[in-house]
């Protein structure tokens, strides 16, 4: 089936002397390796991790890595100083590739600044575009695209290396990828007021893998009949959490004082053939 190897990295900026550098990364759910802080060593997560690679390996891309995050900090603090950017600031990076199921993949490298889309990789093109339009983006634009054999890396790597390290992780990992444990679930409940002419119910479900929770839902009920799809009833699609997992919400409007009874319906996969109904008081 489908897979997902992708990796992150945040940088943030305290002062001219002191940059903040953590990074990890995950196969599908699963963290599966971190940065070290202060050392840059990278550090395995699960006993599949190392062996699933050569030592050689390894060690070529823990190099290759030390060596970006050393230019990145020395690039992007020079450009601090042209234009006078006030510290702290942040700088956050989401990289990886997709493998589908009919062999076809998919790569990419983002980068954002303040939490705000900042520049991107356009890597059948071996190309950096930006994604707003202020002097530091087109700076730092202009600067990574006279990197080229930095971006011909970039590009090998997230072609070459990254899908053929995925498949490499996949085959070792697999009983974990695979793992057929009770994952938890949370439900949330709450209530929402917009004015005097309507409220709104909700629920909410939480799970620890996007696998657990797809085939769940979350709805809702009045008078014991579920409530059908229409514009009073609001049902998300997986949403990813911070702490890498997963939710689903409905949100149901009604009327002040209606007189009738609602509640929450939820199906998950820790629940067997079981529905949980969780009433409104």
Same mark, same amino acid.
């Given at each position: 089936? @489908?897979?997902?190897l992708?990796l &992150?990295?945040?940088?943030?900026?305290?002062n001219?002397n002191f940059v903040d550098?953590? *990074?990890?990364?995950?196969?599908?759910?699963?963290?599966?390796a971190?940065?070290e802080?202060?050392?840059w060593n990278?550090?395995y997560l699960?006993?599949?991790v190392?062996p699933a /690679?050569p030592?050689a390996?390894?060690?070529?891309?823990? !190099?290759?890595?030390?060596l970006?995050?050393? !230019?990145f900090i /020395?690039s992007?603090a %020079?450009?601090?100083k042209?234009?006078q950017?006030?510290?702290p600031?942040v700088?956050?990076c989401?990289?990886?590739?997709n493998?589908y199921?009919?062999g076809?993949?998919?790569? &990419?490298y983002?980068l954002a600044?303040?939490a705000q =889309?900042?520049?991107?990789f356009?890597?059948?093109?071996s190309?950096?575009?930006r994604?707003?339009?202020?002097? /530091?983006?087109?700076q730092?634009?202009?600067?990574?695209n006279t990197f080229? *054999?930095?971006?011909?890396?970039l590009?090998h790597?997230l =072609?070459v290396t990254?899908v053929?390290?995925m498949k490499?992780f996949?085959?070792?990992?697999r009983?974990?990828?695979?793992r057929?444990? /009770?994952?938890f679930?949370? &439900?949330?409940?709450?209530r929402?007021?917009?004015?005097?002419e309507?409220?709104?119910? %909700?629920?909410?479900?939480?799970?620890e893998c996007?696998a657990?929770?797809? *085939?769940?839902?979350?709805?809702?009920?009045?008078d *014991?009949?579920?409530?059908? #799809? %229409?514009p009073?009833?609001n049902?998300s699609?997986?949403? #990813?959490?911070?702490?890498?997992?997963?939710?689903?919400?409905?949100?149901l409007a009604?009327? #002040?004082?209606?007189g009738h @009874?609602?509640?929450?319906?939820?199906r998950h996969? @820790?629940l %067997?053939?079981r529905?949980l109904i969780?009433?409104?008081g």
């Open positions: 089936g @489908s897979c997902k992708h &992150f990295q945040t940088s943030i900026f305290h001219t550098v953590s *990074g990890w990364a995950t196969l599908e759910d699963i963290l599966f971190t940065l802080k202060y050392t990278i550090r699960y006993p599949w190392y /690679l030592a390996e390894w060690e070529n891309l823990q !190099n290759l890595f030390r970006y995050v050393h !230019n /020395l992007l %020079g450009d601090a042209l234009f950017i006030p510290y600031f700088f956050q989401m990289t990886g590739c493998l199921s009919n076809s993949y998919t790569t &990419f983002h600044y303040n =889309n900042f520049l991107s356009d890597v059948d093109n190309h950096w575009e994604q707003q339009e202020s002097e /530091l983006a087109v730092v634009e202009r600067q990574f080229a *054999g930095f971006s011909a890396n590009q790597l =072609n990254c053929d390290h490499k996949i085959e070792y990992g009983a974990d990828l695979e057929q444990a /009770l994952t679930c949370v &439900f949330s409940l709450w929402m007021t917009w004015g005097a309507g409220k709104g119910k %909700g629920c909410a479900q939480r799970s996007q657990a929770i797809s *085939g769940s839902s979350s709805s809702c009920t009045c *014991g009949q579920e409530v059908p #799809p %229409g009073a009833l049902t699609d997986i949403l #990813p959490n911070a702490d890498l997992t997963y939710q689903l919400r409905s949100i009604v009327a #002040p004082r209606d @009874s609602y509640a929450c319906r939820v996969r @820790s %067997g053939t529905s969780i009433p409104w």
